[in-house]
């Protein structure tokens, strides 16, 4: 089989940036040498990912996950490690025999999805040649055109159209030899109710292919051309195993980056609102796919930034869909703003009407904060007229009030809700010091239950230190990654070292990789581990701070601390053997276990 040299392998993991690439997925921040942020691996509010420059790097000192350049790839992007290596190098510019990509691509397991991908990818260049090369597209191209679409901006996104006929893309998908049970499980077609063959699910539509985070077409939006509530205006692929709604976010490939250079993102309803968006130069738009905000959805964004703009449509619905959004959002340690349109207007018809710098400069660029929009949302079904509105309006906006901590920010909405309703900022006080306290002492006397920041549904395990043993091992480990002549010394005599199955795996492992490379290289080592358990361990000692004034005492004192733990373990051992025996009565047999015993305990203390 055809091999990357470990020269390219090394090129490639030396010239790439380790901060650049975790940056374009990960919004981060320098603290000291290393550089932090929220972790990509799982859900968490406070940053515990430390990416080092110096080393090239990365540990998550909550979920323990650690790596460098090419295992990030492989991990979060879910990547055998020679294709990791390769969109490594096209990345960096660094060439690769294209006879090599390919052989590596046809020979490597295949990803249990890979078809339904590949499907995708041809099922949008299908629908994509319709649009611009064929006459039955021309309908659906003046459509395009004639709402603002250019064709740099069709072929940007990737848009075509399904010929109205019963079972085009199907025909096509069976001649490339696709099997067709796997592509109804992928939304593209259906079969037939006798079972006889299959139809196209998308006919005589607009398409727009859905991405995921790494840029596969996985799911397509078809629009209809055909008016009449009889036809559903836009038809979404179901959920498959490569499209969930709930964990999508529409455009974050593209806008992944310019999110985090702004430290915001925008989040839109729907994928035409970020479309339209986009045209106007707008570059830092999401959208959900028609579902609700989920855990999942929040966890992706707060990965690149620290604030979120809602804009939602100005109809009743999109006020409740803002309210629900920004709720959650603020909750889960977002700086949130809301951005208001007028009423029964979308960012789309907004845009069409008074054009994209408007939009960018009176909508998205002066949005209203979290209180400012509540405020405005408890109002709009009131009447002053009515002494029941204007108590229920103060209690609405003092229930939100109650949940912000700012002494300043609670001052002026108080002064703001005396304005508004014509009662006394004392009056208003007193209400609101009434409900803080109920609130505190509610608080108090629920049980407590730790979710990962208080918010998002992922429970912590609490952080606990690892024993002397643990930290014996580790450390014993970071030496014989590094020194080869020690590995050596180790295996002639042919001794037990760890204590642990997982290092002791590892210790196999590392013999059969100074086998076949015979120099220390942990990155490599590393990345040869199918293991991502095994990996973590490697690249945790590989990252383990000592001194190297006093190299040989640290072995030392880790040889032997693992072999009094292993001459405890056996005395448990043989303790627990004793007890069983003297029930069976087996006097004889007790009697020599006691005798281990004795001894056991005598080389321990002469250790």
């Known amino acids: 089989m055809t091999r990357i040299s470990e020269e390219i392998i090394e090129e490639v993991r030396t010239k790439t940036d380790i901060v650049d690439l975790i940056g374009e997925h990960v919004q981060l921040t320098k603290r000291g040498k290393n550089w932090f942020g929220l972790c990509p691996f799982h859900g968490e509010n406070t940053p515990?990912?430390?990416?080092?420059?110096?080393?090239?790097?990365?540990?998550?000192?909550?979920?323990?996950?650690?790596?460098?350049?090419?295992?990030?790839?492989?991990?979060?992007?879910?990547?055998?490690?020679?294709?990791?290596?390769?969109?490594?190098?096209?990345?960096?510019?660094?060439?690769?025999?294209?006879?090599?990509?390919?052989?590596?691509?046809?020979?490597?397991?295949?990803?249990?999805?890979?078809?339904?991908?590949?499907?995708?990818?041809?099922?949008?260049?299908?629908?994509?040649?319709?649009?611009?090369?064929?006459?039955?597209?021309?309908?659906?191209?003046?459509?395009?055109?004639?709402?603002?679409?250019?064709?740099?901006?069709?072929?940007?996104?990737?848009?075509?159209?399904?010929?109205?006929?019963?079972?085009?893309?199907?025909?096509?998908?069976?001649?490339?030899?696709?099997?067709?049970?796997?592509?109804?499980?992928?939304?593209?077609?259906?079969?037939?109710?006798?079972?006889?063959?299959?139809?196209?699910?998308?006919?005589?539509?607009?398409?727009?292919?859905?991405?995921?985070?790494?840029?596969?077409?996985?799911?397509?939006?078809?629009?209809?051309?055909?008016?009449?509530?009889?036809?559903?205006?836009?038809?979404?692929?179901?959920?498959?195993?490569?499209?969930?709604?709930?964990?999508?976010?529409?455009?974050?490939?593209?806008?992944?980056?310019?999110?985090?250079?702004?430290?915001?993102?925008?989040?839109?309803e729907g994928f035409m609102d970020t479309i339209s968006a986009d045209r106007a130069d707008i570059k830092n738009s999401v959208a959900l796919m028609g579902t609700a905000l989920s855990d999942a959805h929040l966890i992706k964004m707060k990965r690149v930034a620290k604030e979120v703009i809602i804009c939602c449509d100005g109809d009743d619905a999109g006020w409740e869909a803002a309210k629900r959004f920004?709720?959650?959002?603020?909750?889960?340690?977002?700086?949130?703003?809301?951005?208001?349109?007028?009423?029964?207007?979308?960012?789309?018809?907004?845009?069409?009407?008074?054009?994209?710098?408007?939009?960018?400069?009176?909508?998205?660029?002066?949005?209203?904060?979290?209180?400012?929009?509540?405020?405005?949302?408890?109002?709009?079904?009131?009447?002053?007229?009515?002494?029941?509105?204007?108590?229920?309006?103060?209690?609405?906006?003092?229930?939100?009030?109650?949940?912000?901590?700012?002494?300043?920010?609670?001052?002026?909405?108080?002064?703001?809700?005396?304005?508004?309703?014509?009662?006394?900022?004392?009056?208003?006080?007193?209400?609101?010091?009434?409900?803080?306290?109920?609130?505190?002492?509610?608080?108090?006397a629920e049980p407590v239950e730790f979710v990962n920041g208080g918010n998002i549904s992922e429970k912590v395990v609490p952080k606990r230190n690892k024993t002397g043993t643990q930290r014996a091992e580790r450390l014993l480990l970071y030496h014989l990654l590094n020194d080869g002549s020690l590995f050596d010394r180790f295996q002639k005599e042919r001794r037990d070292v760890f204590i642990g199955d997982d290092y002791s795996a590892i210790f196999v492992r590392l013999a059969g990789f100074y086998e076949e490379h015979g120099m220390p290289d942990f990155h490599r080592f590393a990345e040869s581990l199918e293991d991502r358990n095994l990996r973590k361990i490697v690249l945790e000692a590989a990252m383990t701070e000592r001194d190297p004034e006093h190299t040989e005492q640290e072995i030392e004192d880790c040889v032997k601390h693992l072999e009094k733990y292993r001459i405890r373990l056996t005395i448990q051992k043989k303790l627990h053997e004793s007890k069983e025996a003297e029930k069976k009565n087996d006097h004889t047999r007790a009697l020599e276990l006691a005798r281990d015993i004795i001894q056991l305990r005598k080389s321990l203390s002469a250790k």
């Open 48 to 268: 515990s990912f430390s990416v080092s420059e110096d080393k090239q790097l990365f540990h998550c000192f909550g979920c323990g996950a650690s790596g460098n350049a090419i295992t990030f790839v492989m991990d979060i992007e879910n990547r055998q490690f020679t294709d990791a290596v390769i969109k490594l190098a096209e990345r960096t510019g660094i060439e690769i025999d294209p006879s090599f990509s390919q052989a590596t691509n046809d020979s490597r397991p295949l990803d249990e999805f890979k078809h339904m991908v590949e499907a995708h990818s041809l099922a949008a260049n299908f629908y994509s040649h319709l649009l611009l090369n064929t006459v039955e597209g021309e309908k659906a191209l003046e459509y395009l055109e004639n709402r603002g679409f250019t064709r740099l901006d069709i072929e940007k996104y990737g848009i075509g159209w399904s010929l109205d006929e019963f079972d085009a893309l199907s025909t096509l998908l069976h001649r490339k030899g696709f099997n067709m049970m796997e592509m109804e499980k992928a939304g593209l077609c259906i079969m037939k109710d006798d079972g006889t063959g299959f139809f196209d699910r998308f006919r005589g539509r607009i398409m727009f292919p859905l991405h995921d985070d790494n840029g596969n077409v996985i799911a397509f939006s078809g629009r209809t051309l055909v008016e009449g509530k009889e036809v559903a205006k836009y038809l979404n692929s179901p959920e498959t195993p490569i499209f969930e709604k709930n964990k999508m976010l529409y455009n974050l490939h593209n806008a992944r980056l310019n999110v985090r250079k702004t430290g915001k993102v925008i989040l839109f």
């Open 326 to 444: 920004s709720g959650m959002i603020s909750r889960n340690g977002f700086d949130v703003q809301i951005a208001i349109l007028p009423t029964n207007m979308d960012p789309d018809d907004y845009i069409m009407e008074f054009g994209g710098q408007a939009f960018r400069d009176q909508i998205i660029g002066n949005p209203h904060s979290y209180m400012s929009f509540i405020m405005a949302y408890a109002k709009r079904s009131k009447n002053f007229s009515y002494e029941n509105d204007v108590l229920q309006f103060i209690h609405e906006v003092l229930e939100e009030l109650a949940k912000r901590v700012s002494p300043v920010e609670r001052d002026m909405y108080i002064r703001q809700l005396s304005t508004e309703t014509n009662i006394s900022v004392e009056a208003i006080t007193q209400q609101f010091m009434k409900m803080a306290g109920n609130r505190a002492r509610q608080a108090k």
